[in-house]
T-cell receptor, first 113, second 112 residues
Framework: DSGVTQTPKHLITATGQRVTLRCSPR?????VYWYQQSLDQGLQFLIQ???????AKGNILERFSAQQFPDLHSELNLSSLELGDSALYFC????????????FGQGTRLTVV | SQQGEEDPQALSIQEGENATMNCSYK?????LQWYRQNSGRGLVHLIL?????REKHSGRLRVTLDTSKKSSSLLITASRAADTASYFC????????????FGKGTRLSVIA
């Protein structure tokens, strides 16, 4: 158990819909990362938060947004969903920003039909 | 875009053999990490090597880092069927607030 909790584990939704993925980081970790993993692809970095503020942004679509709350949990919002958004979405947390190992949640498997 | 790139993409070996995976990256880094992922599950951290280190060991794992060639290797000795997984390298670049960026991974199959 990494200590990082992601909910829900599985999500099936229709195109055009909006979903929210939730992540509770490991106790004490200030940094939260979101990654997308499609079939046969590596992990695509989406966005990083540190202590409530956005720290780095990857190739995150405009339809996607995220935030980190004062209690350090984070949410990833995906809207106007398309078939191609079907993927595993991982949250990871680390003590600080750089130079520390990241602890991954078990992921949310999103299927858009 | 990926910073690190693992090679080979897939590797199949017999139990008891050694497995070597390589990672190349493009920009200067602070450190390089290796992670393991069992099918469809979250990644698990294996080892971190800092840019001023050349080699690091952890159990059956040996990691080397050559910053002049911008490359790293992960050696798993005396492999077991349970080592079957995908292995990823991840780097954080030595510039600004850069996130942990992963390669596409090497899929290792250890045959009993």
């Amino acid at each position: 158990d990494s200590g990082v909790t992601q909910t829900p584990k599985h999500l099936i939704t229709a195109t055009g819909q909006r979903v929210t993925l939730r992540c509770s980081p490991r106790s004490g970790d200030l940094s939260v990362y979101w990654y997308q993993q499609s079939l046969d692809q590596g992990l695509q970095f989406l966005i990083q938060y540190y202590n409530g503020e956005e720290r780095a942004k990857g190739n995150i679509l405009e339809r996607f947004s995220a935030q980190q709350f004062p209690d350090l949990h984070s949410e990833l919002n995906l809207s106007s969903l398309e078939l191609g958004d079907s993927a595993l979405y991982f949250c990871a947390s680390s003590l600080e920003g750089q130079g520390y190992e990241a602890f991954f949640g078990q992921g949310t498997r999103l299927t858009v039909v | 875009s990926q910073q690190g790139e693992e090679d080979p993409q897939a590797l199949s070996i017999q139990e008891g053999e050694n497995a070597t995976m390589n990672c190349s990256y493009k920009t200067s880094i602070n450190n390089l990490q290796w992670y393991r992922q069992n099918s469809g599950r979250g990644l698990v951290h294996l080892i971190l090597i800092r840019s001023n280190e050349r080699e690091k060991h952890s159990g059956r794992l040996r990691v080397t880092l050559d910053t002049s060639k911008k490359s790293s290797s992960l050696l798993i000795t005396a492999s077991r069927a349970a080592d079957t997984a995908s292995y990823f390298c991840a780097t954080d670049a030595n510039s600004g607030n850069t996130p942990l960026v992963f390669g596409k991974g090497t899929r290792l199959s250890v045959i009993a």
